[in-house]
Protein backbone atom coordinates (compact mmCIF):
# COMPACT_ATOMS: atom_id res chain seq x y z
CA UNK A 1 0.00 0.00 0.00
CA UNK A 2 1.48 3.56 -0.72
CA UNK A 3 -0.03 7.04 -0.03
CA UNK A 4 -1.16 9.13 -3.05
CA UNK A 5 -2.61 12.39 -1.46
CA UNK A 6 -3.18 10.90 1.56
CA UNK A 7 -5.06 8.12 0.09
CA UNK A 8 -4.30 5.25 0.64
CA UNK A 9 -3.58 3.21 -2.83
CA UNK A 10 -3.15 -0.59 -3.49
CA UNK A 11 -0.44 -1.32 -4.91
CA UNK A 12 -0.64 -5.03 -6.32
CA UNK A 13 1.91 -7.78 -6.98
CA UNK A 14 2.16 -8.87 -10.48
CA UNK A 15 4.18 -11.42 -12.07
CA UNK A 16 5.39 -11.65 -15.48
CA UNK A 17 6.68 -14.24 -17.37
CA UNK A 18 9.06 -12.80 -20.24
CA UNK A 19 10.18 -15.12 -23.14
CA UNK A 20 13.76 -14.94 -23.59
CA UNK A 21 14.02 -13.76 -27.55
CA UNK A 22 11.20 -11.16 -27.85
CA UNK A 23 9.94 -10.10 -24.75
CA UNK A 24 12.43 -9.81 -21.90
CA UNK A 25 14.47 -7.86 -24.87
CA UNK A 26 11.37 -5.52 -25.44
CA UNK A 27 11.88 -4.98 -21.68
CA UNK A 28 15.49 -3.98 -21.73
CA UNK A 29 14.64 -1.90 -24.58
CA UNK A 30 12.11 0.01 -22.71
CA UNK A 31 15.02 0.06 -20.07
CA UNK A 32 17.83 1.23 -22.96
CA UNK A 33 15.20 4.29 -23.73
CA UNK A 34 14.45 5.16 -19.86
CA UNK A 35 11.02 4.80 -20.11
CA UNK A 36 9.96 4.28 -16.36
CA UNK A 37 6.93 2.04 -15.79
CA UNK A 38 5.16 0.94 -12.25
CA UNK A 39 7.60 -1.49 -10.31
CA UNK A 40 4.57 -3.66 -9.65
CA UNK A 41 5.81 -6.70 -11.94
CA UNK A 42 8.15 -9.00 -10.52
CA UNK A 43 9.80 -10.22 -13.92
CA UNK A 44 10.83 -13.74 -14.52
CA UNK A 45 12.69 -14.69 -17.58
CA UNK A 46 11.63 -18.05 -19.18
CA UNK A 47 13.46 -19.54 -22.39
CA UNK A 48 9.84 -19.38 -24.59
CA UNK A 49 6.69 -18.45 -23.40
CA UNK A 50 5.67 -22.07 -24.37
CA UNK A 51 7.47 -22.86 -21.01
CA UNK A 52 4.88 -21.35 -19.02
CA UNK A 53 3.14 -24.48 -17.36
CA UNK A 54 -0.02 -23.42 -16.32
CA UNK A 55 0.80 -25.03 -12.66
CA UNK A 56 3.33 -21.18 -12.75
CA UNK A 57 0.45 -19.27 -13.07
CA UNK A 58 -1.72 -20.63 -10.68
CA UNK A 59 1.12 -21.40 -8.12
CA UNK A 60 1.35 -17.58 -8.57
CA UNK A 61 -1.70 -16.44 -7.66
CA UNK A 62 -1.75 -18.98 -4.50
CA UNK A 63 1.62 -17.79 -3.28
CA UNK A 64 0.37 -14.07 -3.27
CA UNK A 65 0.14 -12.64 -6.75
CA UNK A 66 -2.77 -10.53 -7.96
CA UNK A 67 -2.25 -10.66 -11.28
CA UNK A 68 0.32 -12.15 -14.00
CA UNK A 69 1.72 -11.56 -17.66
CA UNK A 70 2.76 -13.57 -19.87
CA UNK A 71 4.50 -12.57 -22.70
CA UNK A 72 5.73 -13.64 -26.00
CA UNK A 73 6.71 -13.29 -29.15
CA UNK A 74 4.50 -12.21 -32.05
CA UNK A 75 3.11 -14.83 -33.86
CA UNK A 76 5.46 -16.42 -36.49
CA UNK A 77 8.43 -15.15 -34.58
CA UNK A 78 9.03 -17.82 -32.15
CA UNK A 79 12.58 -18.88 -31.88
CA UNK A 80 11.70 -22.35 -31.17
CA UNK A 81 8.64 -21.77 -34.18
CA UNK A 82 5.58 -22.24 -32.18
CA UNK A 83 5.97 -22.02 -28.62
CA UNK A 84 3.95 -19.05 -28.82
CA UNK A 85 0.95 -20.43 -29.99
CA UNK A 86 0.81 -23.21 -27.36
CA UNK A 87 1.31 -20.51 -24.72
CA UNK A 88 -1.50 -18.90 -26.52
CA UNK A 89 -3.75 -21.67 -26.63
CA UNK A 90 -3.13 -22.77 -23.37
CA UNK A 91 -3.57 -18.98 -22.36
CA UNK A 92 -7.08 -19.46 -23.59
CA UNK A 93 -7.83 -22.59 -21.74
CA UNK A 94 -6.84 -21.52 -18.61
CA UNK A 95 -8.88 -18.16 -18.89
CA UNK A 96 -12.08 -20.52 -18.85
CA UNK A 97 -10.67 -22.49 -16.02
CA UNK A 98 -9.98 -18.86 -14.05
CA UNK A 99 -13.56 -17.78 -14.73
CA UNK A 100 -14.93 -21.04 -13.39
CA UNK A 101 -12.79 -20.41 -10.59
CA UNK A 102 -14.10 -16.57 -9.83
CA UNK A 103 -11.12 -15.38 -10.73
CA UNK A 104 -10.91 -12.44 -12.98
CA UNK A 105 -9.77 -12.85 -17.04
CA UNK A 106 -7.77 -9.75 -16.35
CA UNK A 107 -6.11 -11.03 -13.81
CA UNK A 108 -3.89 -13.39 -16.36
CA UNK A 109 -3.03 -11.39 -19.20
CA UNK A 110 -1.10 -12.71 -22.85
CA UNK A 111 0.50 -10.18 -25.15
CA UNK A 112 2.49 -9.62 -27.75
CA UNK A 113 5.66 -7.80 -26.82
CA UNK A 114 8.72 -7.98 -29.53
CA UNK A 115 12.41 -6.70 -28.82
CA UNK A 116 11.51 -3.70 -30.69
CA UNK A 117 8.05 -3.46 -28.86
CA UNK A 118 9.58 -1.22 -25.70
CA UNK A 119 6.72 1.41 -25.32
CA UNK A 120 4.10 -1.43 -26.04
CA UNK A 121 5.96 -3.11 -23.02
CA UNK A 122 5.35 0.12 -20.61
CA UNK A 123 1.76 0.79 -21.77
CA UNK A 124 1.20 -2.98 -20.94
CA UNK A 125 3.01 -2.64 -17.63
CA UNK A 126 0.92 0.61 -16.94
CA UNK A 127 -2.27 -1.10 -18.11
CA UNK A 128 -1.74 -4.26 -15.82
CA UNK A 129 -1.31 -2.18 -12.89
CA UNK A 130 -3.94 0.18 -13.44
CA UNK A 131 -6.55 -2.82 -13.93
CA UNK A 132 -5.22 -4.91 -11.45
CA UNK A 133 -5.34 -2.35 -8.77
CA UNK A 134 -8.95 -0.87 -9.74
CA UNK A 135 -9.90 -5.05 -9.16
CA UNK A 136 -8.04 -4.67 -5.80
CA UNK A 137 -6.11 -7.56 -4.14
CA UNK A 138 -7.01 -11.20 -4.93
CA UNK A 139 -8.86 -13.17 -1.65
CA UNK A 140 -6.16 -16.08 -1.09
CA UNK A 141 -7.91 -19.34 -1.89
CA UNK A 142 -6.56 -22.16 -0.25
CA UNK A 143 -5.64 -20.89 3.21
CA UNK A 144 -8.47 -21.90 5.07
CA UNK A 145 -9.29 -20.82 8.49
CA UNK A 146 -11.40 -23.42 10.89
CA UNK A 147 -13.31 -20.68 11.86
CA UNK A 148 -14.22 -19.10 8.78
CA UNK A 149 -15.38 -22.61 7.52
CA UNK A 150 -17.58 -23.47 10.07
CA UNK A 151 -20.83 -23.14 9.45
CA UNK A 152 -22.92 -20.45 11.91
CA UNK A 153 -19.04 -19.98 12.64
CA UNK B 1 -6.22 -60.82 24.94
CA UNK B 2 -5.80 -60.14 20.98
CA UNK B 3 -2.31 -59.59 20.58
CA UNK B 4 -2.15 -58.69 16.60
CA UNK B 5 -1.70 -55.53 15.53
CA UNK B 6 -4.83 -53.69 14.84
CA UNK B 7 -6.31 -52.36 11.35
CA UNK B 8 -9.06 -49.88 11.43
CA UNK B 9 -11.01 -48.36 8.46
CA UNK B 10 -13.06 -44.63 8.39
CA UNK B 11 -15.45 -43.16 6.09
CA UNK B 12 -16.35 -40.01 5.83
CA UNK B 13 -17.74 -37.82 3.17
CA UNK B 14 -17.48 -40.87 0.72
CA UNK B 15 -19.63 -43.34 -1.09
CA UNK B 16 -18.54 -46.68 0.47
CA UNK B 17 -16.95 -48.01 -2.68
CA UNK B 18 -13.85 -47.51 -0.90
CA UNK B 19 -14.85 -50.72 1.22
CA UNK B 20 -16.07 -52.24 -1.44
CA UNK B 21 -12.64 -52.14 -2.91
CA UNK B 22 -11.12 -53.06 0.26
CA UNK B 23 -13.43 -56.56 0.27
CA UNK B 24 -12.46 -57.24 -3.28
CA UNK B 25 -9.36 -58.32 -2.35
CA UNK B 26 -11.75 -61.79 -1.96
CA UNK B 27 -10.16 -64.27 -0.19
CA UNK B 28 -7.35 -62.41 0.61
CA UNK B 29 -9.56 -60.64 2.99
CA UNK B 30 -8.96 -63.94 5.61
CA UNK B 31 -5.35 -62.83 5.52
CA UNK B 32 -6.04 -59.72 6.83
CA UNK B 33 -8.24 -60.93 9.50
CA UNK B 34 -5.27 -63.52 10.30
CA UNK B 35 -2.47 -61.05 10.19
CA UNK B 36 -4.46 -57.63 11.91
CA UNK B 37 -7.24 -57.35 14.37
CA UNK B 38 -9.52 -55.18 12.02
CA UNK B 39 -10.56 -53.36 15.01
CA UNK B 40 -12.81 -50.49 13.27
CA UNK B 41 -15.02 -49.95 10.48
CA UNK B 42 -18.51 -48.38 10.42
CA UNK B 43 -19.50 -50.05 7.23
CA UNK B 44 -18.73 -53.69 8.38
CA UNK B 45 -18.00 -54.11 11.53
CA UNK B 46 -19.93 -52.68 14.94
CA UNK B 47 -17.35 -51.37 16.70
CA UNK B 48 -18.25 -47.55 17.62
CA UNK B 49 -16.83 -44.22 17.92
CA UNK B 50 -16.51 -45.32 22.00
CA UNK B 51 -14.70 -48.25 21.31
CA UNK B 52 -12.19 -46.30 19.94
CA UNK B 53 -12.04 -43.58 22.30
CA UNK B 54 -11.18 -45.64 25.16
CA UNK B 55 -7.96 -47.12 23.00
CA UNK B 56 -4.59 -45.48 23.95
CA UNK B 57 -3.06 -43.19 21.39
CA UNK B 58 -1.42 -44.78 18.35
CA UNK B 59 -3.19 -48.18 19.60
CA UNK B 60 -4.17 -48.79 16.25
CA UNK B 61 -1.29 -49.76 13.71
CA UNK B 62 -2.72 -48.78 10.31
CA UNK B 63 -5.88 -47.09 9.90
CA UNK B 64 -7.44 -46.45 6.37
CA UNK B 65 -9.32 -42.98 6.23
CA UNK B 66 -11.52 -42.92 3.19
CA UNK B 67 -13.64 -39.94 2.14
CA UNK B 68 -13.28 -36.20 2.45
CA UNK B 69 -13.94 -33.81 5.30
CA UNK B 70 -17.34 -32.31 4.74
CA UNK B 71 -18.96 -31.57 7.99
CA UNK B 72 -17.51 -30.91 11.94
CA UNK B 73 -18.46 -34.85 12.67
CA UNK B 74 -15.83 -35.77 9.51
CA UNK B 75 -13.12 -33.72 10.82
CA UNK B 76 -13.83 -34.99 14.83
CA UNK B 77 -13.56 -38.42 13.12
CA UNK B 78 -10.34 -37.56 11.39
CA UNK B 79 -8.44 -36.18 14.48
CA UNK B 80 -10.00 -38.93 16.78
CA UNK B 81 -7.99 -41.48 14.16
CA UNK B 82 -5.00 -39.60 13.64
CA UNK B 83 -4.72 -39.56 17.15
CA UNK B 84 -5.22 -43.27 18.10
CA UNK B 85 -3.40 -44.45 14.74
CA UNK B 86 0.82 -44.93 14.55
CA UNK B 87 0.30 -44.66 10.52
CA UNK B 88 -2.86 -42.78 8.97
CA UNK B 89 -3.41 -43.15 5.34
CA UNK B 90 -5.84 -41.29 3.09
CA UNK B 91 -7.63 -44.20 1.55
CA UNK B 92 -8.63 -43.40 -1.63
CA UNK B 93 -9.52 -40.06 -3.91
CA UNK B 94 -11.96 -38.29 -1.63
CA UNK B 95 -9.24 -38.12 1.44
CA UNK B 96 -6.56 -37.72 -1.00
CA UNK B 97 -7.83 -35.23 -3.08
CA UNK B 98 -11.61 -34.50 -1.92
CA UNK B 99 -12.63 -36.07 -4.98
CA UNK B 100 -16.02 -36.01 -6.20
CA UNK B 101 -17.50 -34.56 -2.96
CA UNK B 102 -15.12 -31.87 -3.57
CA UNK B 103 -16.82 -30.57 -6.93
CA UNK B 104 -18.83 -28.87 -4.33
CA UNK B 105 -16.03 -26.20 -3.80
CA UNK B 106 -17.25 -24.95 -7.19
CA UNK B 107 -20.40 -23.58 -5.12
CA UNK B 108 -20.96 -22.09 -1.56
CA UNK B 109 -22.63 -23.74 1.03
CA UNK B 110 -25.68 -21.31 1.04
CA UNK B 111 -26.31 -22.39 -3.03
CA UNK B 112 -25.96 -26.08 -2.04
CA UNK B 113 -28.49 -25.40 0.59
CA UNK B 114 -30.61 -23.83 -1.40
CA UNK B 115 -30.79 -25.89 -4.16
CA UNK B 116 -31.13 -29.02 -2.04
CA UNK B 117 -33.62 -28.09 0.58
CA UNK B 118 -35.52 -24.83 -0.91
CA UNK B 119 -35.19 -25.27 -5.07
CA UNK B 120 -35.46 -29.01 -5.58
CA UNK B 121 -38.14 -29.85 -7.16
CA UNK B 122 -39.23 -32.68 -5.38
CA UNK B 123 -39.18 -31.14 -2.30
CA UNK B 124 -41.89 -29.28 -0.24
CA UNK B 125 -40.27 -26.69 1.79
CA UNK B 126 -42.54 -23.74 2.37
CA UNK B 127 -41.04 -22.25 5.01
CA UNK B 128 -37.00 -22.64 3.53
CA UNK B 129 -36.13 -24.47 6.70
CA UNK B 130 -31.81 -26.13 5.93
CA UNK B 131 -30.08 -27.96 8.53
CA UNK B 132 -27.72 -26.01 11.18
CA UNK B 133 -26.33 -27.12 13.96
CA UNK B 134 -28.75 -26.72 16.64
CA UNK B 135 -31.97 -26.08 16.39
CA UNK B 136 -34.77 -25.56 19.73
CA UNK B 137 -37.63 -27.80 20.29
CA UNK B 138 -39.81 -27.95 22.95
CA UNK B 139 -37.64 -30.75 24.55
CA UNK B 140 -34.61 -28.83 24.35
CA UNK B 141 -32.02 -28.17 21.88
CA UNK B 142 -31.46 -30.14 18.85
CA UNK B 143 -27.74 -30.74 17.30
CA UNK B 144 -26.50 -31.80 14.27
CA UNK B 145 -22.74 -31.95 13.33
CA UNK B 146 -22.22 -28.58 11.21
CA UNK B 147 -21.31 -28.22 7.60
CA UNK B 148 -17.97 -26.85 6.18
CA UNK B 149 -18.16 -24.33 3.41
CA UNK B 150 -15.67 -26.36 1.90
CA UNK B 151 -14.64 -29.67 1.40
CA UNK B 152 -11.01 -30.12 2.61
CA UNK B 153 -8.80 -33.41 1.91
CA UNK B 154 -7.69 -35.20 5.01
CA UNK B 155 -4.13 -33.73 4.89
CA UNK B 156 -5.90 -30.19 4.99
CA UNK B 157 -6.85 -31.22 8.43
CA UNK B 158 -4.80 -33.76 10.39
CA UNK B 159 -1.07 -34.74 9.38
CA UNK B 160 -1.14 -37.70 7.12
CA UNK B 161 1.63 -40.71 6.61
CA UNK B 162 0.80 -42.15 2.72
CA UNK B 163 -1.81 -41.39 0.27
CA UNK B 164 -3.58 -44.41 -1.62
CA UNK B 165 -5.32 -42.44 -4.61
CA UNK B 166 -8.23 -44.38 -6.96
CA UNK B 167 -12.32 -43.74 -7.09
CA UNK B 168 -12.04 -46.85 -5.69
CA UNK B 169 -8.01 -47.79 -5.55
CA UNK B 170 -7.84 -50.89 -7.44
CA UNK B 171 -7.66 -53.87 -5.20
CA UNK B 172 -5.18 -55.21 -6.25
CA UNK B 173 -3.16 -52.23 -5.42
CA UNK B 174 -5.20 -52.00 -2.03
CA UNK B 175 -3.78 -55.89 -1.72
CA UNK B 176 -0.38 -54.98 -2.51
CA UNK B 177 -0.17 -52.36 0.28
CA UNK B 178 -1.34 -54.79 2.84
CA UNK B 179 0.73 -57.56 2.02
CA UNK B 180 3.76 -55.32 2.19
CA UNK B 181 2.08 -54.22 5.94
CA UNK B 182 1.72 -57.86 6.51
CA UNK B 183 5.66 -58.38 5.47
CA UNK B 184 6.45 -56.09 7.49
CA UNK B 185 8.50 -54.47 4.89
CA UNK B 186 10.38 -51.00 5.88
CA UNK B 187 7.97 -48.14 5.66
CA UNK B 188 8.64 -45.71 2.65
CA UNK B 189 9.37 -42.03 3.25
CA UNK B 190 6.90 -40.60 4.54
CA UNK B 191 4.29 -38.94 2.24
CA UNK B 192 4.38 -41.51 -0.02
CA UNK B 193 1.93 -42.42 -2.60
CA UNK B 194 1.15 -46.20 -2.18
CA UNK B 195 -0.37 -48.14 -4.20
CA UNK B 196 0.22 -46.37 -7.73
CA UNK B 197 3.14 -45.96 -10.16
CA UNK B 198 5.18 -43.02 -10.95
CA UNK B 199 4.27 -42.29 -14.38
CA UNK B 200 1.31 -41.95 -16.00
CA UNK B 201 -1.94 -43.73 -17.22
CA UNK B 202 -0.60 -43.33 -20.93
CA UNK B 203 2.55 -45.59 -19.50
CA UNK B 204 0.06 -48.41 -18.76
CA UNK B 205 -2.26 -47.77 -22.17
CA UNK B 206 -1.90 -49.70 -24.99
CA UNK B 207 -3.05 -47.22 -27.54
CA UNK B 208 -1.09 -45.35 -30.33
CA UNK B 209 0.66 -42.15 -29.50
CA UNK B 210 2.14 -41.14 -32.49
CA UNK B 211 -0.92 -38.89 -33.63
CA UNK B 212 -0.49 -35.77 -31.66
CA UNK B 213 -2.97 -33.06 -33.13
CA UNK B 214 -6.30 -32.09 -32.23
CA UNK B 215 -9.33 -29.62 -34.12
CA UNK B 216 -11.97 -29.89 -32.19
CA UNK B 217 -13.00 -31.74 -28.31
CA UNK B 218 -15.98 -34.88 -28.58
CA UNK B 219 -18.14 -35.45 -25.35
CA UNK B 220 -18.26 -39.24 -25.21
CA UNK B 221 -21.82 -39.32 -26.43
CA UNK B 222 -20.79 -37.72 -29.20
CA UNK B 223 -18.19 -40.36 -31.05
CA UNK B 224 -17.48 -43.60 -30.45
CA UNK B 225 -13.61 -43.96 -31.04
CA UNK B 226 -11.48 -46.21 -32.71
CA UNK B 227 -10.19 -48.92 -30.75
CA UNK B 228 -6.13 -48.32 -31.56
CA UNK B 229 -5.40 -44.65 -31.68
CA UNK B 230 -4.75 -42.20 -28.90
CA UNK B 231 -8.16 -41.40 -27.46
CA UNK B 232 -7.25 -37.11 -26.97
CA UNK B 233 -5.93 -36.68 -30.81
CA UNK B 234 -9.33 -38.39 -31.58
CA UNK B 235 -10.59 -35.58 -29.92
CA UNK B 236 -12.04 -36.88 -26.78
CA UNK B 237 -10.71 -35.81 -23.39
CA UNK B 238 -8.29 -38.05 -22.10
CA UNK B 239 -7.46 -37.45 -18.86
CA UNK B 240 -4.90 -40.20 -18.70
CA UNK B 241 -1.54 -38.02 -19.52
CA UNK B 242 -2.57 -35.84 -16.25
CA UNK B 243 -3.22 -38.90 -14.27
CA UNK B 244 -1.20 -41.11 -12.52
CA UNK B 245 -0.74 -45.03 -13.38
CA UNK B 246 -1.61 -47.74 -11.37
CA UNK B 247 -5.00 -48.52 -12.54
CA UNK B 248 -3.57 -50.49 -15.81
CA UNK B 249 -5.29 -48.22 -17.98
CA UNK B 250 -8.89 -49.73 -17.29
CA UNK B 251 -11.08 -46.81 -18.76
CA UNK B 252 -8.92 -46.29 -22.37
CA UNK B 253 -8.67 -50.55 -22.72
CA UNK B 254 -12.76 -50.19 -23.46
CA UNK B 255 -12.65 -47.12 -25.32
CA UNK B 256 -13.52 -44.60 -22.32
CA UNK B 257 -11.31 -41.88 -21.31
CA UNK B 258 -9.35 -41.82 -17.95
CA UNK B 259 -11.40 -39.02 -16.38
CA UNK B 260 -8.40 -39.35 -13.45
CA UNK B 261 -9.42 -40.76 -10.38
CA UNK B 262 -6.01 -41.52 -9.78
CA UNK B 263 -4.78 -38.03 -9.47
CA UNK B 264 -2.08 -35.88 -10.59
CA UNK B 265 1.16 -37.99 -11.88
CA UNK B 266 4.69 -37.47 -9.57
CA UNK B 267 6.06 -33.96 -10.13
CA UNK B 268 2.82 -32.74 -10.71
CA UNK B 269 0.87 -29.97 -8.27
CA UNK B 270 -2.01 -29.75 -10.38
CA UNK B 271 -3.73 -31.70 -11.83
CA UNK B 272 -6.13 -29.28 -14.47
CA UNK B 273 -3.47 -27.01 -15.18
CA UNK B 274 -1.64 -30.42 -16.05
CA UNK B 275 -3.96 -30.97 -18.98
CA UNK B 276 -4.13 -27.47 -19.93
CA UNK B 277 -0.43 -28.09 -20.67
CA UNK B 278 -1.24 -30.88 -22.75
CA UNK B 279 -4.09 -29.86 -24.71
CA UNK B 280 -2.87 -26.26 -25.37
CA UNK B 281 0.13 -27.90 -27.15
CA UNK B 282 -1.99 -30.30 -29.37
CA UNK B 283 -4.84 -27.90 -30.38
CA UNK B 284 -4.83 -27.42 -34.25
CA UNK B 285 -6.64 -24.03 -35.68
CA UNK B 286 -5.74 -25.00 -39.02
CA UNK B 287 -3.54 -23.22 -41.36
CA UNK B 288 -2.07 -20.19 -39.24
CA UNK B 289 -0.49 -18.17 -42.11
CA UNK B 290 -1.61 -14.17 -42.24
CA UNK B 291 -4.13 -14.36 -39.70
CA UNK B 292 -4.16 -11.54 -37.11
CA UNK B 293 -3.55 -12.50 -33.68
CA UNK B 294 -6.76 -11.68 -32.48
CA UNK B 295 -8.14 -14.04 -35.35
CA UNK B 296 -5.87 -16.60 -33.80
CA UNK B 297 -7.51 -16.57 -30.19
CA UNK B 298 -10.68 -16.30 -31.72
CA UNK B 299 -9.96 -19.44 -34.42
CA UNK B 300 -9.57 -21.26 -30.67
CA UNK B 301 -11.75 -20.29 -28.68
CA UNK B 302 -14.81 -21.91 -31.04
CA UNK B 303 -12.42 -25.52 -30.44
CA UNK B 304 -12.59 -24.68 -26.84
CA UNK B 305 -16.40 -23.74 -26.22
CA UNK B 306 -16.91 -27.36 -27.30
CA UNK B 307 -15.53 -28.31 -24.00
CA UNK B 308 -19.26 -27.45 -21.80
CA UNK B 309 -17.29 -27.90 -18.30
CA UNK B 310 -13.55 -27.05 -17.44
CA UNK B 311 -13.68 -27.45 -13.75
CA UNK B 312 -15.94 -30.54 -13.99
CA UNK B 313 -13.64 -31.98 -16.62
CA UNK B 314 -9.75 -31.64 -15.45
CA UNK B 315 -10.16 -31.74 -11.88
CA UNK B 316 -13.29 -34.50 -11.59
CA UNK B 317 -11.44 -36.22 -8.47
CA UNK B 318 -9.04 -33.41 -7.44
CA UNK B 319 -10.23 -30.12 -7.11
CA UNK B 320 -10.23 -29.84 -3.53
CA UNK B 321 -6.64 -30.69 -3.27
CA UNK B 322 -5.47 -28.49 -6.35
CA UNK B 323 -3.83 -25.31 -6.44
CA UNK B 324 -6.85 -22.97 -6.26
CA UNK B 325 -8.87 -25.46 -4.34
CA UNK B 326 -12.33 -24.09 -5.71
CA UNK B 327 -14.18 -21.06 -6.61
CA UNK B 328 -13.47 -18.22 -4.93
CA UNK B 329 -16.35 -17.47 -2.30
Given at each position: MSEDDGRVVFEPKIVGFLCNWCSYAGADKAGGLQRSYPPNVNIIRVMCSGRVDPQFVLKAYSAGADGVLILACHLGDCHYKEGNYHAMQRHRMLLRILSEH??????CRFDYVSAADGDKFVKIMNEMVYTIRELGPMDRL???SDNKLKQGG | MNTKPKLGMYWAASCGGCEVALVNINEKILDVAANFDFCFCPCLLDTKKKDIEEFADGEIAVTFFNGAIRTEENEEMARLLRRKSQVLIAFGSCSYEGCIPGLSNMHTMAAHFKSIYIDNPTVDNPNGIVPKPQTQVPEGTLTIPAFYERVRTLSQVVEVDYSIPGCPPESGQVWHVIEELIKGAPLPPKGSILGAGSSTVCRECPRDKTHRKVSRFYRTYEIIPAPEPCLISQGVICMGIATADGCGALCPKVNMPCIGCYGPPEGVLDQGAKMIAVLGSMIDAGERKGLSEDEMARRVDLILDSIPDYSGTF????LAGSILGGRRP
Open positions: GIENERNCW | YKFS
